[in-house]
């Protein structure tokens, strides 16, 4: 087992963000965790699981063991009547994982294009976009427990997914938050696949190009094409992607809210409470292309928070805290980070 020390974080995550990690270990297999665990000085360290660093904001170096996931490999691992089961290593590319299953004939996963990060990552915060979230594909997973050493697989009712959450972003006595390391993840894709196409995005795509019926190609290009027009690219300007959950409102509490703003940007939830977009209130609130020290706030969305060269975690902090301050102020609603703040 080899062990880095003293590494640069850096291009570990995808802000860009500086911070060293004391000690690192690559992990590529379940075994690779046991070895950690029963070596004798990293085993019972305080350790911190690393995906692609795309939900990450890294404010300080890192004093826990980081374990950087690399398990690879993508196959078919069953093929059922009504769906293809795919399976990935959690060290694979998300973007990678959407482009090999169009390519294999296993359609699916094409509304979530582009989204940075890894496959292991991908479950922890129940990532989505464009009308789709991960718990909608997904079937299981396998995770080795940090304490024991033990593999378990566990289903989608043990993940307890929610709305960018899960089980994994949980602390106390039920939660899995630093307890355990995603290896791989299996995905349940349906047959016959169907489009989804419910989001307001793709509907302008359909009437702009007079496409009704697209395939699942169509539809990835579609999603890429509207990502790279208002999102950054990490590659070129570290992100996290949206840096804000979109806060959840009583019906009452939007009724209000609308009184006084009529042109905000709301979303109906079937339990009755009202969804709004983060980034319309912190763009109403002037917030969009402005920066504080290195950190900015990206010029076409206001929900993603850039770093302009060069950024602190810290600042990216102060101008996260200064957004949710002055947000609070205006409308009364807290915005919750969504990146994990190390
Ligand atoms: N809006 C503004 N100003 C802005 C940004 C947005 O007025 O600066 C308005 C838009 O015009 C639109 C509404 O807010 O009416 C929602 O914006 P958008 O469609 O871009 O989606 P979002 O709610 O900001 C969510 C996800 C994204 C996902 C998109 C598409 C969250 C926190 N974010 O963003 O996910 O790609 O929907 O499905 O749920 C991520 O989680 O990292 C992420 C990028």
């Known amino acids: 087992m080899s062990i880095e020390r003293g590494l640069s974080l850096r291009p570990y995550n995808s802000f ?12 590529r297999s379940d075994a690779d965790v046991r070895r950690v665990l029963d070596h004798p000085e990293l085993g019972r360290a305080p350790k911190l699981v690393l995906g692609g660093g795309s939900n990450t904001v890294l404010t300080r170096d890192v004093a826990a063991l980081v374990l950087k996931v690399e398990v690879s490999g993508i196959r078919l691992v069953e093929e059922r009547p009504d769906a293809w089961i795919i399976e990935a290593g959690a060290g694979e590319s998300w973007h990678g994982l959407v482009e090999w299953t169009l390519a294999h004939g296993f359609p699916g996963l094409e509304n979530m294009a582009l989204i940075p990060g890894t496959v292991g990552a991908s ?11 991960l718990k909608d594909r997904f079937e299981s997973l396998d995770a080795v427990d940090l304490v024991t050493g033990r593999s378990v697989t566990l289903s989608a009712h043990a993940c307890r997914f929610g709305y960018r959450d899960s089980v994994f ?19 349940r894709l349906p047959r016959p696949w169907q489009p989804v196409l419910g989001y307001v995005d793709l509907e302008k795509k359909m009437a702009e190009t007079g496409v009704h019926e697209p395939d699942a190609r169509q539809i990835f290009d579609w999603v890429c094409a509207i990502r790279r027009a208002k999102l950054p690219d990490p590659a070129a300007i570290g992100n996290a992607g949206s840096f804000f959950k979109n806060p959840v409102v009583s019906a009452e509490q939007c009724r209000d809210i609308i009184g006084r703003d009529p042109h905000i940007v709301h979303y109906p939830l079937a339990d009755g409470r009202v969804k709004l977009a ?5 763009d109403a609130c002037g917030w969009k292309g402005k920066s504080i020290g290195r950190a900015g706030v ?3 969305q206001a929900l993603v928070l850039v770093n302009r060269g060069g950024a602190s975690g810290a600042e990216v902090l102060t101008l996260a805290r200064a957004i949710q301050e002055s947000v609070y102020g205006r409308f009364g609603i807290r915005l919750e980070p969504e990146p994990v703040v190390v």
């Open 16 to 27: 860009g963000l500086p911070a060293q990690a004391r000690q690192l270990v690559r992990i």
């Open 123 to 133: 479950p922890v915060q129940n990532i989505g976009a464009y009308g789709l979230e």
């Open 169 to 187: 972003k949980q602390g106390g006595f039920a939660g899995l938050a630093g307890k355990s390391l995603i290896t791989r993840v299996r995905f």
């Open 278 to 282: 983060a980034g319309w209130l912190i």
């Open 298 to 300: 990206y010029e076409k």
